[in-house]
C-alpha cells in the first residue's frame, strides 16, 4: 500500500459508503470505510491517513470534520454535503475541511482534489530540513534511476529514467495510460480518455492542452518527455516503459 494515496471514505449511507469507495479504489486510492462519527475517530486514531473524504448531512459532517481536524492538523479532507449556499461552505472550511463539493459531484473530481492534497504532503515532510540547509536550492523528487520511464503511486506519478518524479493530473495520468498501453504507443486524438467522438474538434483541442501541459511540466524540470506528434494523426510515446 501506497500510505500517501491511503484514506478512509466516511458517510452514514451504506450505498454511497461502497460507491466512492470503490470508485476511489480503481483510480489507484487505497480506502478504508466508516460509517459513523465514533468509529471514524477510532479507525484515525489506529491508523493516521493522510486523506479523508466525509460526506454526511450538512450539521453533522461539520461536526465530525472539526472533530477530526481537532486531531490532526494536516491531514487533507474533502468534505461532501449540502454547500448550497456561500456561507455553508465557508463554515465547512472554518471547520477543517479543505475542500467543500455537494453531492452530486462526480468521484472524478473529488479523485482530483485528493491528488492536489497528496502533492503538498512531501513538502510538509521536507520542511525540516530546509529550514536546516536554507541556502539549499529545492530539487524536484527524484526516484533511482532505471534507465526507463515508470509509473509509481498507482500511476498518479510518471518517472523519468532518470529518476525524476512528474506528479500527474486525473486528465494527464488517463492520457498517458491509454497511450502507453496501447500496442504500438500510439494514439488517435479523437481516441483519448473522455472524449466523445461525436463531440468534434473542441474535445480534441482539450486533448492537445493535456499534452502541451505535460510538455511543459516535464521542460520546468529539465526533462525530455517522449511523447511526439503524428501530424494530422494524433500522438506517440517513443520511450521505453
Known amino acids: 500500500m501506497n500510505d500517501l494515496l491511503d484514506l478512509i471514505v466516511f458517510s452514514p449511507d451504506a450505498g454511497q459508503r461502497v460507491r466512492r469507495s470503490d470508485e476511489l479504489a480503481g483510480m489507484g486510492f487505497s480506502p478504508r470505510r466508516c460509517e459513523d462519527s465514533n468509529g471514524l475517530f477510532r479507525l484515525f486514531?489506529?491508523?493516521?491517513?493522510?486523506?479523508?473524504?466525509?460526506?454526511?448531512?450538512?450539521?453533522?459532517?461539520?461536526?465530525?470534520?472539526?472533530?477530526?481536524?481537532?486531531?490532526?492538523?494536516?491531514?487533507?479532507?474533502?468534505?461532501?454535503?449540502?454547500?448550497?449556499?456561500?456561507?455553508?461552505?465557508?463554515?465547512?472550511?472554518?471547520?477543517?475541511?479543505?475542500?467543500?463539493?455537494?453531492?452530486?459531484?462526480?468521484?472524478?473530481?473529488?479523485?482530483?482534489?485528493?491528488?492536489?492534497?497528496?502533492?503538498?504532503?512531501?513538502?510538509?515532510?521536507?520542511?525540516?530540513?530546509?529550514?536546516?540547509?536554507?541556502?539549499?536550492?529545492?530539487?524536484?523528487?527524484?526516484?533511482?534511476?532505471?534507465?526507463?520511464?515508470?509509473?509509481l503511486d498507482a500511476a498518479w506519478t510518471l518517472v523519468s529514467p532518470q529518476g525524476t518524479r512528474l506528479s500527474l493530473t486525473q486528465a494527464e495520468r488517463e492520457f498517458l495510460l491509454k497511450l502507453t498501453s496501447s500496442t504500438d504507443k500510439r494514439l488517435p486524438r479523437g481516441d483519448s480518455p473522455g472524449i466523445d467522438p461525436h463531440s468534434g474538434r473542441e474535445s480534441i483541442r482539450r486533448t492537445d492542452v493535456v499534452v502541451s501541459r505535460l510538455r511543459r511540466k516535464a521542460q520546468d524540470v529539465n526533462v525530455e518527455l517522449p511523447i511526439r506528434t503524428v501530424w494530422g494523426w494524433g500522438y506517440a510515446f517513443t520511450g521505453e516503459i
Do not use: Y
Open 45 to 151: 486514531q489506529a491508523r493516521r491517513t493522510p486523506l479523508l473524504v466525509m460526506e454526511a448531512e450538512f450539521s453533522d459532517l461539520c461536526m465530525a470534520v472539526a472533530g477530526l481536524r481537532a486531531m490532526d492538523t494536516t491531514a487533507g479532507i474533502v468534505a461532501v454535503s449540502t454547500f448550497d449556499s456561500p456561507d455553508n461552505r465557508i463554515l465547512g472550511l472554518h471547520c477543517g475541511a479543505d475542500a467543500c463539493f455537494p453531492p452530486e459531484v462526480a468521484t472524478a473530481e473529488i479523485a482530483a482534489a485528493l491528488q492536489a492534497l497528496v502533492r503538498r504532503v512531501p513538502a510538509a515532510g521536507r520542511r525540516a530540513a530546509a529550514e536546516a540547509e536554507p541556502r539549499a536550492a529545492p530539487l524536484p523528487p527524484v526516484a533511482e534511476p532505471t534507465g526507463k520511464w515508470q509509473f
